[in-house]
């Protein structure tokens, strides 16, 4: 990404910063409108260094440059101190309160523990707001002063999603995720209280909190519907009005009847239960129809109910969607989320030979798929290998097939972070290769089709290209698509429309 300015007048965009095989990205607009903080691995591809832009002169002045994946999480309203917080993997990180006359940088915390903690100032420079679930299996909000941490509301059986403090100090919101539903709630920040919210509609399955202005009057929300495309809104505080900003427009089709998710429960080996989400059409309501599996990326990442035209189109033709949440997915505590991380996945990757067998014998389907992307591509792989039989065809889209060259090859800026969550390649190498799908190639029995990025800067072509080499020793239909303009998953909507067309036309050539 670049750094663009807009101008409101014409709509005319001109390009600040932009760099090739850089990423830049936009961090703070100063107050008074004069410079902005941004950051760059210009200078070396693994560490990200911070600068300030003057607008008036159009140049850049180096403020921070620490080695190291650092990134800038708040700034004080006088703005003589910011909080930088080193990244230390996907899931934790150290903070340090930053002071720019002085140069001087202080440990607030999370040094030395790999925590999972996200920080913003609260009503003075010394005082923090913390999301943490460094007390408790779930993440949830603290008052930090002195080096304690305070709880802020009752403890809950779910994570804290994210939270936000306004530029005036004078307002928390934050959101949990209540079983895979976003639901949104706002405290004052002075005495903690619970403020409240105004009234979105009824059957909303997510409301979310966007940005809010730097006076603290509005701020905007999001409202995602089962069969409504996410809508904007606009709170005004002081009135007490919320305005509708956007509106639908999907004039190729009627969303009314799209199928609204539900959640459900399956059973792993070890007596685990296992969240999933699942959507059935009605035609398939009293008739046994075949089931697709889709695990999502991260693998810290989770699957989660709402409007989805995609998995639509896969309703229409016939098929059972399930979205399962297996271990180390993220929204249901730390244990939930840490008991993959490193060689422990051993213990717990029969999950994804647990959710087609289960899932499978529950909706009597004659035939089960699976797919996802990331690490769901990787799933993918892993099931149609080591698990191979379970699943009667998959479509593996940017998946790792390698854990070991994955490792070494994935964008430096990348690559110690996932050693925290996959393992060290030198440490936890038998591991990672009972881990790795080409490990278990000569298992392979059932149709795959790969789709992959040329230009993927996290997992590289290098990994669909391999597994194909390996596939083609065998009598296996292996297919293979590669996108020539693409990085870490298509974004562009023609090669979009072809790998849904593609991946749908092989579920219906190897499922039915």
């Known amino acids: 990404p670049g750094i663009y300015m807009m101008k409101a007048g014409s709509g005319e965009l001109v390009e600040l910063l932009k760099?090739?095989?850089?990423?830049?990205?936009?961090?703070?607009?100063?107050?008074?409108?004069?410079?902005?903080?941004?950051?760059?691995?210009?200078?070396?591809?693994?560490?990200?260094?911070?600068?300030?832009?003057?607008?008036?002169?159009?140049?850049?002045?180096?403020?921070?440059?620490?080695?190291?994946?650092?990134?800038?999480?708040?700034?004080?309203?006088?703005?003589?101190?910011?909080?930088?917080?080193?990244?230390?993997?996907?899931?934790?990180?150290?903070?340090?309160?930053?002071h720019f006359s002085t140069k001087k940088m202080e440990p607030i915390i999370g040094q030395n523990e790999l925590l999972d903690c996200e920080i913003r100032?609260?009503?003075?420079?010394?005082?923090?707001?913390?999301?943490?679930?460094?007390?408790?299996?779930?993440?949830?909000?603290?008052?930090?002063?002195?080096?304690?941490?305070?709880?802020?509301?009752?403890?809950?059986?779910?994570?804290?999603?994210?939270?936000?403090?306004?530029?005036?100090?004078?307002?928390?919101?934050?959101?949990?995720?209540?079983?895979?539903?976003?639901?949104?709630?706002?405290?004052?920040l002075k005495n903690f209280k619970a403020i409240k919210l105004p009234s979105f509609p009824a059957s909303a399955e997510h409301v979310f909190f966007g940005r809010t202005t730097r006076n603290s009057r509005y701020t905007t929300f999001g409202v995602s519907l089962y069969n409504e495309p996410r809508q904007s809104f606009v709170y005004d505080w002081n009135t007490g009005k919320l305005t509708r900003w956007t509106k639908a427009s999907v004039p190729e089709i009627s969303t009314q009847n799209f199928i609204k998710s539900k959640l459900d429960y399956f059973t792993a080996k070890d007596g685990t239960k296992i969240p999933y989400f699942v959507r059935i059409p009605k035609a398939c309501e009293n008739k046994a129809c075949p089931v697709i599996v889709d695990f999502h990326g991260g693998p810290e990442g989770k699957s989660f109910p709402g409007f989805n035209p995609r998995i639509e189109i896969y309703l229409n033709h016939g098929f059972i969607y399930a979205e399962p949440n297996v271990r180390g997915s993220a929204g249901y505590g730390k244990k939930w989320l840490d008991i993959d991380n490193g060689p422990k996945r051993l213990q717990v990757i029969s999950d994804i030979e647990d959710a087609g067998i289960e899932l499978k014998k529950k909706y009597n389907a004659p035939k089960i798929g699976i797919t996802g992307g990331s690490y769901g591509g990787y799933s993918t792989l892993y099931g149609m290998t080591r698990f191979a039989g379970t699943y009667d065809a998959g479509v593996a889209m940017v998946g790792m097939s390698n854990l070991t060259t994955f490792l070494l090859n994935t964008a430096p800026y990348r690559r110690p972070l996932r050693i925290t969550e996959y393992g060290d390649p030198e440490k936890d190498a038998d591991a990672l290769k009972e881990l790795s799908p080409v490990t278990h190639m000569q298992k392979l029995k059932s149709p795959l089709m790969i789709i992959q990025g040329v230009n993927d800067p996290r997992v590289p072509a290098g990994e669909a290209i391999q597994f194909k080499k390996f596939a083609d020793n065998k009598s296996i239909p292996v297919e293979?698509?590669?996108?020539?303009?693409?990085?870490?998953g298509t974004a562009k909507r023609s090669n979009q429309a072809v790998e849904l067309a593609k991946s749908l036309e092989f579920f219906e050539k190897y499922l039915k």
Do not use: C
């Open 19 to 98: 760099k090739s095989k850089v990423q830049t990205d936009f961090t703070y607009l100063s107050k008074d409108d004069s410079y902005f903080l941004y950051s760059a691995n210009d200078q070396d591809p693994a560490v990200y260094t911070h600068y300030r832009y003057d607008l008036k002169t159009g140049k850049s002045t180096e403020i921070f440059n620490e080695k190291g994946i650092w990134r800038l999480s708040d700034v004080w309203k006088d703005e003589d101190y910011i909080i930088m917080s080193k990244i230390t993997s996907n899931t934790s990180a150290e903070h340090y309160r930053y």
């Open 121 to 188: 100032f609260g009503t003075k420079p010394d005082e923090y707001i913390v999301l943490t679930n460094k007390l408790s299996d779930f993440k949830r909000l603290y008052h930090f002063k002195k080096g304690k941490l305070n709880p802020i509301g009752k403890a809950l059986n779910y994570d804290v999603e994210n939270f936000n403090v306004d530029f005036n100090r004078s307002r928390l919101i934050y959101t949990i995720d209540e079983d895979g539903y976003s639901r949104t709630y706002a405290l004052n």
């Open 480 to 488: 293979l698509i590669l996108f020539g303009d693409e990085g870490h």
